[in-house]
């Protein structure tokens, strides 16, 4: 790679039980034998949000959204203050010669004035993300498809347990991962443009 990346996406439900999918929940029977019953569940209220930034090398910074919080413009400065101190910590040698980008979707509190100007003033270099595109966001398709997998069928007791089985499930996935996720999203994204701009499915 010739160049970095961080990727933020917030995960905006994670809830205490996450039904299984059909596919997850499917079991073999013989052609006479009776269909298992299955309970019908539903998602927990109870939720949190997850933001976490990640380049080619894995995870860079994560952190939980205290409940009741809402991710404003002001708040997201105060994440975008703690990521560059995480990088300053863990990519020492990308942060001094600025050799990163900034690549996130197009939540209002990424665009607002007062953010961009934030970033202006820290010199951080932001890539433009086209509108609705989810499949050139690898953070959807890669990152959060094989947390939440993870997390499916599971009854939490806590929002503390939560976060527990969210650290440790996301800290488990390979560097490796990470590469060809961002290089994924490059082939992506040239697809995209010779596609001009159709939706490009898995």
């Given at each position: 790679?010739?160049?970095?990346?961080?990727?933020?996406?917030?995960?905006?439900?994670?809830?205490?039980?996450?039904?299984?999918?059909?596919?997850?929940?499917?079991?073999?029977?013989?052609?006479?034998?009776?269909?298992?019953?299955?309970?019908?569940?539903?998602?927990?209220?109870?939720?949190?949000?997850?933001?976490?930034?990640?380049?080619?090398?894995?995870?860079?910074?994560k952190e939980f959204v205290p409940e009741g919080e809402t991710i404003?413009?002001?708040?997201?400065?105060?994440?975008?203050?703690?990521?560059?101190?995480?990088?300053?910590?863990?990519?020492?040698?990308?942060?001094?010669?600025?050799?990163?980008?900034?690549?996130?979707?197009?939540?209002?509190?990424?665009?607002?004035?007062?953010?961009?100007?934030?970033?202006?003033?820290?010199?951080?270099?932001?890539?433009?993300?086209?509108?609705?595109?989810?499949?050139?966001?690898?953070?959807?398709?890669?990152?959060?498809?094989?947390?939440?997998?993870?997390?499916?069928?599971?009854?939490?007791?806590?929002?503390?347990?939560?976060?527990?089985?969210?650290?440790?499930?996301?800290?488990?996935?390979?560097?490796?991962?990470?590469?060809?996720?961002?290089?994924?999203?490059?082939?992506?994204?040239?697809?995209?443009?010779?596609?001009?701009?159709?939706?490009?499915?898995?």
């Open positions: 790679m010739g160049f970095h990346f961080s990727e933020q996406k917030v995960i905006s439900r994670c809830f205490a039980y996450d039904p299984t999918t059909k596919c997850q929940s499917a079991a073999w029977v013989g052609e006479t034998s009776a269909r298992p019953k299955k309970l019908r569940f539903q998602e927990s209220r109870v939720k949190i949000m997850f933001v976490i930034f990640f380049d080619w090398q894995g995870i860079i910074h404003n413009a002001v708040y997201y400065k105060g994440v975008m203050e703690r990521l560059l101190n995480r990088i300053r910590r863990v990519r020492l040698g990308m942060c001094e010669i600025g050799d990163w980008f900034l690549l996130h979707d197009n939540a209002p509190s990424h665009n607002a004035t007062i953010f961009k100007q934030f970033l202006a003033q820290r010199k951080v270099t932001m890539l433009d993300h086209p509108p609705y595109s989810p499949d050139l966001a690898p953070a959807d398709y890669f990152l959060f498809r094989k947390v939440k997998s993870h997390l499916k069928g599971r009854p939490f007791d806590s929002i503390s347990d939560i976060q527990k089985a969210l650290t440790s499930t996301s800290n488990t996935i390979a560097k490796d991962d990470f590469y060809k996720s961002i290089q994924k999203r490059y082939d992506r994204a040239n697809l995209c443009v010779q596609l001009e701009g159709m939706y490009v499915e898995d």
